[in-house]
Structures are given as structure tokens and as C-alpha cells.
């Protein structure tokens, strides 16, 4: 098997044969930094977090700073609680000019509950591409927490010009709709991701604003059926 190989199989989302093929290059090249890349990419996707950091350490040991390992190595980091060192990594590969670093920060800090730190780390994440729908939809998110309803309505509507199926966004926008008073949007904006999404964590959030927006004009079965 060579690295070609290895490489083409991770590219077609074969991560065991891509994680096969990586091994029986590491027999002879052990040390190799794209074939440690790929094997712990293939193994973070097949769910052995542990491998995959041990084949990421090797990678950047052999090949320091680059950034899309670092990022990589952060994700695992994430994933096994190692929550101060994902925030290390996922800083250095931003510095490095990779948004996914800046925006897997904003993720990681916004989950925790830092909004502030969130916010700053997405609009990193905008200063490397100011169209990036991911980062103004996380900014937006972090803005509307921190009571500026202005900034994030703006911040919220430039995601959704450039990704209109964007949920996080749209969620946004509907609890900016209910600070507003306009249960109706609200719902509209709501229901729409109902409908749609595909994430449980996002369809409770938006079941959440329905129920609510009803309750807000005083229809209480309607209510209580959304939760």
C-alpha cells in the first residue's frame, strides 16, 4: 500500500481502508507525517480517539506548526475531554491562518459557556474570510447571549445570505424575533427548522421558541403540545 493510496481512500470516506493503508506505510516509515496525518484522520472518524492522537503527536513531532494537524489533533483533544489543550491547539492553527482553528474555538467555548471567549474567536475566524456563514452564524449566536441584538441580527442575516439553510442562524433570528415581541416570526422562523433539520439538539431548540411564541399569544394547548 503507498501514502497515495491511503489518501485516496480518506478522500472517499473509507476511513478502515484508509486507516490500513496508512499502517503499512508507518511499518516501514514510522516516523512519516502524512501517513501518521492520515491514519489518525481515518482513526478520529472511526471513533478511536486515543490512536488517533498518539498518529497526530507523531505527525506534528514530525512536522511542527502545521496547521490542518494541529487542528486535527485539537478535535481529538476535544472529543476526550482534553479541553485546555484543544483550546491550545485550535489557538495555534487559527494563528496559522487556518479558520477551522478560530471557528472549532468558538465551538468548543461557546459549549462550554464562554460566550465572550466564543465571540472572539469567531470573529477571528472573520477576519481570515468575512463571508464565512459558519462564523457569522456562531458570531450571531454569541452576540444575541451577550444582549448586542443589533450586531447579531446583522451578523445573523449575512449567514443566512451566504447559507440559507443555515439553522444556528435562523434560531438566532427567531429568539431575536421573541426579544422583539413578534411571536409570529418567531414561530414561522422556528417551524421552519422543524421541518427540517436534522439535529436533535437544534429541532428541541426550535420545538422550544415554538411553544413559547404560542404561549406568548395565549394559545396554552398548542403550548404545551410543542413541549
Not at 68 to 95: K, P, Q, W, Y
Not at 127 to 152: F, I, R, V
Request: glycine share 6%.
Amino acid at each position: 500500500m503507498s501514502l497515495q493510496a491511503a489518501q485516496a481512500f480518506l478522500a472517499r470516506r473509507d476511513f478502515a481502508s484508509a486507516r490500513q493503508a496508512a499502517d503499512a506505510v508507518l511499518r516501514d516509515r514510522p516516523s512519516d507525517a502524512q501517513a501518521n496525518q492520515v491514519a489518525g484522520l481515518a482513526a478520529l472518524e472511526l471513533g478511536d480517539v486515543e490512536v488517533a492522537k498518539q498518529h497526530l503527536r507523531r505527525a506534528d513531532a514530525a512536522a511542527p506548526g502545521q496547521p490542518h494537524i494541529l487542528n486535527a489533533l485539537g478535535v481529538a483533544c476535544r472529543r476526550s475531554g482534553e479541553l485546555a489543550e484543544a483550546r491550545r491547539l485550535f489557538t495555534r492553527a487559527g494563528e496559522r491562518k487556518l479558520i477551522d482553528g478560530w471557528r472549532n474555538l468558538g465551538n468548543l467555548e461557546s459549549t462550554a459557556g464562554a460566550v465572550l471567549a466564543s465571540s472572539r474567536a469567531y470573529e477571528r475566524a472573520l477576519k481570515l474570510k468575512a463571508d464565512d456563514a459558519a462564523s457569522h452564524a456562531g458570531l450571531a449566536q454569541a452576540l444575541e447571549l451577550l444582549h448586542k441584538t443589533d450586531e447579531a441580527r446583522e451578523h445573523a442575516s449575512k449567514a443566512l445570505s451566504t447559507d440559507p439553510a443555515n439553522e444556528i442562524a435562523a434560531l438566532t433570528l427567531a429568539n431575536l424575533a421573541m426579544r422583539d415581541g413578534d411571536a409570529v416570526e418567531a414561530e414561522n422562523l422556528a417551524a421552519a427548522i422543524v421541518r427540517r433539520t436534522r439535529s436533535p439538539t437544534n429541532q428541541a431548540l426550535a420545538w422550544g421558541i415554538v411553544g413559547d411564541a404560542r404561549d406568548r399569544r395565549g394559545d396554552a394547548a398548542e403550548a404545551f403540545a410543542a413541549f
